[in-house]
Every structure is written in structure tokens, then in C-alpha cells.
């Protein structure tokens, strides 16, 4: 099999479950295919999720050191970051690789710990931050599990999970959050504006979302409702 067949063949092996719309997803994919071919056997799906928990953990870790040290400490949320995304992006694609998958097992361990994720993360900003741009910290939390949330509800009413708002997925949240820590490393306080910024973005997506599910979900009700008249008008005529 030459490697572009072998591509082919895990991506659709790894992707069954999972809709993609994000900018980044072909570049994404890619990375995703040649990590996974070099993953050892010994490595799990449940390690690859607790190094992607303990990437948001350094994240919130280089707040914090920041916040008592020195801004440079703010590199390690970059580093963060990508450790989330490798730990996040692999664990389950892995067991689905392997013919291991446990959906509804990986589908809640991953939503709890990418909860648990989001929350450090927050409250690193909060230590960081202080005084009343708090609020900022607690928005972003409350915001992105919002985000969630409405994920998980589509999922129900679809059948189809996806985890992207258009062009914009968790993988380019990353990215622009760690642009953030880099830029408030050489601009003090920047933070502050573009994590304001960030909770405006943030809530426009979330109301956008919201009112397409809104919208989703009324269709879905009326397809019910009219198979159900359906059949009882077939049961009438049986009568």
C-alpha cells in the first residue's frame, strides 16, 4: 500500500464518527496520520487523554508562574497548548485506528476532562489578570461550555457530532489563544483586551449556533410529528 492509500485508509478509518469544517482541518488530518503511525503500542487512548489534560494543566501552570516570576513564563501556555491539542486530537482517533474504540466511553471521559481543561485554564487567566478584569476568566469559562453544550445537543438531535463552529475549531481556538500569551509577552496587559475580545468572538459564534440549533431542532420536531401522522393514517385505513 504506497502512502497515500495508507492515508486515505486511516482517515477514513479515524473519521467515521466525527464531522470536520475547521480551516486547518486538511493540514490537521495530516499531522493527525503521521503521529498516529508512529504512536508506540504501549501508549493508550486513556494516556493520550491524561497528556492532553495535563497539557491544559501547563497552561494554567505558566499563568501562574507568570503572574509571581516573569512574563516569559507565558511560553509555557504555548507549550500548553500544543500538548493539549496532541493528547486531545490522538486518544481517540488512536483506539479507532487500532479496531479498540469505545465511543460512549471516550465520548464522556473526553467531555469531563475538556470541562476539568477549559476550568484550569480559566482560572490560570484569573490569577494572571486580577482585580476586576476576572470577570473575563469566568466569561471565557462559562462561554466555552456553552460551546460545549451546544455541541453535545446537536449531536442528540443530529445523530452527527461535530465539534467546529464553521471554519473555527478547537485546534484554531489554540492558536489564537497562544498568538495572546506570545503578543502579551512583549504588550503587558494586552491579555485583557484580546481575552475581551476573544468572550466577544466567542458569544457571537455561541448565539449564532444557538439559534441554528434552535432552528435545527424545530425541523426535527416537525419530521416527528409528521411520522407519526403518517402512521397513523396508515393504521386508520388498516382499520
Not at 50 to 58: D, I, R, S, T
Not at 92 to 119: C, E, H, M, Q
Not at 187 to 213: E, P, R
Amino acid at each position: 500500500m504506497n502512502d497515500s492509500n495508507e492515508r486515505t485508509s486511516i482517515l477514513s478509518r479515524i473519521t467515521k464518527d466525527r464531522e470536520r469544517t475547521n480551516l486547518l482541518k486538511k493540514h490537521e488530518q495530516n499531522l493527525i496520520v503521521f503521529l498516529l503511525k508512529h504512536i508506540p503500542p504501549k501508549v493508550t487512548s486513556d494516556m493520550l487523554t491524561a497528556v492532553g489534560f495535563a497539557g491544559g494543566f501547563l497552561t494554567a501552570a505558566g499563568f501562574v508562574a507568570a503572574t509571581y516570576s516573569h512574563r516569559a513564563f507565558l511560553l509555557l501556555g504555548v507549550l500548553g497548548f500544543a500538548v493539549n491539542w496532541f493528547g486531545d486530537s490522538l486518544d481517540g482517533r488512536l483506539a479507532y485506528l487500532r479496531n479498540k474504540p469505545r465511543k460512549w466511553y471516550g465520548f464522556s471521559l473526553d467531555f469531563t476532562v475538556d470541562w476539568l481543561t477549559n476550568i484550569l485554564i480559566g482560572y490560570g487567566y484569573i490569577v494572571y489578570v486580577g482585580g476586576q478584569w476576572e470577570l473575563l476568566g469566568f466569561g471565557f469559562v462559562v462561554l466555552y461550555g456553552w460551546a460545549m453544550m451546544t455541541a453535545l445537543l446537536r449531536y442528540k438531535i443530529t445523530n452527527r457530532y461535530t465539534i467546529d463552529s464553521g471554519l473555527l475549531g478547537p485546534t484554531e481556538v489554540r492558536i489564537i489563544i497562544s498568538m495572546f500569551l506570545v503578543l502579551e509577552m512583549f504588550v503587558k496587559s494586552s491579555i485583557i483586551y484580546t481575552g475581551a475580545l476573544a468572550c466577544i468572538i466567542l458569544l457571537t459564534v455561541n448565539v449564532a449556533d444557538f439559534i441554528q440549533l434552535l432552528k435545527i431542532a424545530d425541523r426535527r420536531d416537525r419530521d416527528d410529528r409528521d411520522g407519526k401522522n403518517g402512521s397513523n393514517g396508515k393504521t386508520s385505513k388498516k382499520r
